[in-house]
């Protein structure tokens, strides 16, 4: 049976060409947006985190009403599919629409998200966003998305696909450059004429996956998905079944059921097929679970969640950070901020280690953790966290095997010669070269992942601060053998009260010390060598032949063994020099500075 009335779409879009923008149009229109104020109230993109580093991490939901049909909007996690959400969204949904900025074209980042699309046979709308900007070459731009399509091996089908243009900001959408602009109308039409109805069979038993959970405070999981046959009442019986272990299954009640209105979530009593919906009240709610009827269980089935490729340990500083107020944290709040994460990140892995202070954490690649990173230090965290480090599997043979993962990289020509070297030193394979817009240069390599630890701050070093850098897990393959780095000069080493430092010195990934088992480095020994706080970060560094003693504060450990500067020589008897990473050009100058 299909289920007319309602609509599913995902949206899939490089940030910035103007997803919240079209969305809150969409909304207005169908008068859910009065208040201008609300409209600003960007919720698509609430993570900050997103926004800078040009990747969208999340997935939320907005459903807007068109001609009484329902149209639920899901918006698609960038590039960065760090545990298969990209795959467990667009399962939800018929169609997408392909939102591509009308100057910039199609961007590589949502390559691999259309490309699932196209992989699950779903439809596509394209969408050529921003037409009212002066530099807009709309024409070309279609070129250029037919192209990727083809490049990605899309169906004749979804290759004549609908193509519309819009200018989100101006509030129109128009089916025909030369059409007169009026509102989103021709957005709402395609989308009820173009993407399929959702079917599924009513007879059949309740079948919900779930897709996503949601975390909240005050209700805790809450786990949202969609009805692929029958329907789902709240206070009802029903079968929890679980994803890892089929066998476990538990009856439970659904508490209180949404479905989505405008940015919001209403309360329902039941929902049928293709409704998306939010249930809360089952405490042990997990992605991947299906909600079944108990007379007929059976799960659906679903893409296994991806394994971490990558760890790191975080520690809690146990004294507060030189020239930082004290904020102290203790190893339960560390642990208990880590634990709740897990709550809504699947493919995350924390385990206890054998000091209490120190948790390992497992992600999808360095990306992923140090989004988490970010996140927990701008909530007021203070951690260290160690280099981070692959984590290998073996085949059958008995073979080595390391994740790879895919690099896309945009930098303007000049510097495409020294990434193509940095990348390849790191057993980077270019797969692509071609012309992006703006005189850049896009190169797409296949590497290691090992081979990407470190290398952002490198990167953007290398690049002034002009290149952009994506990456996204590809598969595990056998090993690559040996990186070698050049070694030469990347050595600054201090002494202090508590411990010898050595690394490099950046100024990406601020405040991020690494540091030897059971010991610590103080910034302040750091920052007292090279004078400017700014400029100084201890990127790669490993202590050895530490003191016994402890100092609670750098000025303590700074008076009981003024820093110095060791020679090369002297340095190297303290490094273990595996640990190295290469020379950036900023560390060496800094060096210079110092040794000078
Ligand atoms: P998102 O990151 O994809 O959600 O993009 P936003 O909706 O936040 O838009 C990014 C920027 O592009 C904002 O400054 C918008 O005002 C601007 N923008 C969005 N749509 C249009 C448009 O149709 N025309 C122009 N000129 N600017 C737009």
Redesign the pocket.
């Given at each position: 049976t299909k289920r007319n009335d309602v609509r599913n779409v995902a949206i899939i879009?490089?940030?910035?060409?103007?997803?919240?923008?079209?969305v809150?149009g969409l909304l207005r229109q169908s008068g859910i947006f009065r208040a201008n104020q609300e409209v600003q109230d960007?919720v698509?993109?609430s993570n900050a985190i997103e926004?800078e580093r040009g990747i969208t991490i999340l997935s939320k939901n907005t459903a807007v009403n068109y001609k009484g049909t329902k149209i639920n909007i899901i918006d698609t996690p960038g590039h960065a599919d760090f545990g298969g959400e990209v795959e467990r969204v667009l399962k939800m949904v018929n169609g997408v629409i392909l939102?591509v900025d009308a100057f910039e074209g199609p961007m590589p980042q949502t390559k691999f998200v259309l490309q699932k699309a196209l992989d699950l046979d779903l439809k596509v709308i394209v969408c050529i966003?921003?037409?009212?900007?002066p530099e807009a070459r709309p024409a070309e731009v279609i070129d250029e998305v037919l192209e990727l399509l083809m490049d990605l091996n899309a169906s004749d089908e979804q290759l004549d696909c609908p193509f519309l243009y819009?200018?989100?900001?101006?509030g129109f959408a128009l089916d025909n450059l030369e059409d007169e602009p009026k509102d989103m109308t021709p957005i709402f039409e395609t989308i009820l004429n173009y993407i399929p109805a959702p079917e599924g069979d009513p007879d059949k038993g309740t079948q919900v996956l779930i897709s996503t959970i949601d975390y909240n405070e005050y209700v805790g999981r809450i786990g949202v998905g969609k009805v692929d046959n029958g329907k789902i009442k709240i206070n009802e019986d029903i079968l929890l079944l679980n994803h890892h272990d089929p066998q476990k299954q538990e009856r439970v009640k659904v508490s209180k059921l949404y479905e989505f209105e405008g940015l919001n979530k209403a309360e329902v009593q039941e929902a049928g097929i293709g409704s998306i919906v939010a249930i809360s009240g089952i405490p042990d709610i997990r992605i991947g679970d299906t909600l079944c009827d108990p007379s007929n269980p059976e799960a659906i089935p679903f893409q296994k969640i991806s394994e971490p490729t990558i760890s790191m340990n975080f520690m809690v500083n146990d004294s507060p950070m030189a020239g930082q107020e004290g904020k102290y944290i203790t190893s339960r709040h560390l642990r208990d901020r880590l634990y709740r994460e897990l709550n809504t990140d699947v493919s995350l892995r924390v385990e206890d280690t054998k000091t209490p202070e120190c948790l390992k954490v497992s992600g999808r690649g360095e990306l992923h953790l140090s989004v988490l990173i970010e996140n927990m230090r701008r909530e007021g965290y203070e951690f260290a966290v160690s280099k981070a480090e692959v984590l290998y599997k073996a085949d059958e043979r008995g073979r080595k095997l390391e994740p790879m993962e895919i690099a896309y990289v945009d930098v303007p020509e000049e510097f495409s010669g020294t990434v193509i070297q940095r990348l390849s030193e790191r057993k980077g394979e270019l797969q692509g070269m071609s012309q992006a817009s703006g005189g850049n240069t896009r190169l797409e390599f296949e590497i290691p992942s090992r081979g990407l630890i470190g290398f952002r701050g490198d990167f953007m070093t290398m690049t002034k601060g002009q290149g952009i850098l994506n990456t996204t897990f590809d598969d595990y393959a056998p090993y690559k053998g040996d990186i070698k780095y050049r070694k030469q000069g990347s050595l600054i080493a201090f002494e202090g009260g508590t411990s010898v430092a050595y690394g490099l010195f950046s100024a990406q990934d601020r405040g991020t010390l690494f540091i030897g088992p059971g010991e610590k480095v103080y910034a302040g020994m750091v920052i007292g060598q090279c004078g400017k706080a700014e400029d100084v970060e201890l990127n790669v560094c490993k202590t050895k032949h530490l003191t016994n003693t402890r100092s609670s504060s750098a000025d303590e450990a700074l008076k009981l063994t003024p820093p110095r500067v060791l020679s090369l020589e002297q340095a190297l008897e303290f490094i273990d020099t595996d640990e190295l990473l290469e020379v950036t050009p900023k560390s060496l100058r800094i060096r210079k500075r110092i040794l000078d």
């Open positions: 879009a490089h940030v910035d060409h103007g997803k919240t923008t079209l809150d960007r698509m993109d926004r939102l966003n921003k037409i009212d900007r819009a200018s989100a900001k101006g």
